[in-house]
């Protein structure tokens, strides 16, 4: 089954204390992106990647990082998280074309700061 | 810079009622793709429609139509006759030709009632 897969779905952790969103995807897909939704803002795209080892910002990325060296994978990781952090994350994933095709997302992870 | 507006921020209507989800977009592509998604009350997202920027044909799936209009930088959302699982956010959102910047709107809450 083609699919977007997010780690941990739900976590609660505390302000500073580095943590890692893992993403996968088994559909071979070139482009992968991070969000988060917040309340009234929509998506906001944090990084995105177009390729294995090609990474860069997107509107919000401050205070996150991200690596791609596998074509699957595309962890999120966030050294010194803050309260303002919290939120719902969507990873993403497209085919070749970037924005010309849908993006397939993964199922969220809430993410609590306190 | 891209922008998508959605300014109905929530709608509520009776089962069986036809509703209209507005969306109006800014860009300087001249190549550009324009999205629906739905996420439901369980989070995930779920893509609906793509339509590029030289189409702008109108699309009709089942219940659900859109109405593309360059002149007035638009790509309204209708269902007809709607359902109580037609409940949802409803996002809008738009890309660029090949890159990875997708801008989405702040997105619509739709409730329909029985």
């Known amino acids: 089954e083609a699919q977007v897969t997010q780690n941990p779905r739900y976590l609660i952790t505390v302000t500073g204390k580095k943590l890692t969103v893992t993403c996968s995807q088994n559909m071979n897909h070139e482009y992968m992106s991070w969000y988060r939704q917040d309340p009234g803002l929509g998506l906001r795209q944090i990084y995105y990647?177009?390729?294995?080892?090609?990474?860069d910002k997107g509107d919000v990325p401050e205070g996150y990082k991200v690596s791609r060296k596998e074509k699957r994978n595309f962890p999120l990781i966030l050294e010194s998280p803050s309260p303002n952090q919290t939120s719902l994350y969507f990873c993403a994933s497209t085919a070749r074309g970037g924005g010309r095709n849908e993006q397939f997302f993964g199922p969220g992870t809430r993410l609590t700061v306190l | 810079a891209q922008k998508v507006t959605q300014a109905q921020t929530e709608i509520s209507v009776v089962e069986k009622e036809d509703v209209t989800l507005d969306c109006v977009y800014e860009?300087?592509?001249?190549?550009?793709?324009l999205f629906w998604y739905k996420q439901p009350p369980s989070g995930e997202l779920v893509f609906l429609i793509r339509?590029?920027?030289?189409?702008?044909q109108n699309e009709i799936s089942g219940r659900y139509s859109w109405n593309f209009q360059k002149s007035t930088s638009s790509f309204n959302f209708t269902i007809t006759a709607s359902q109580v699982v037609d409940s949802a956010v409803y996002f809008c959102a738009l890309s660029e030709d090949y890159g990875q910047n997708f801008v989405f709107g702040p997105g619509t809450r739709l409730s329909v009632l029985p």
């Open positions: 860009t300087r592509d001249t190549t550009y793709y």
């Open positions: 990647s177009m390729n294995v080892e090609v990474t």
């Open positions: 339509r590029n920027s030289f189409d702008e």
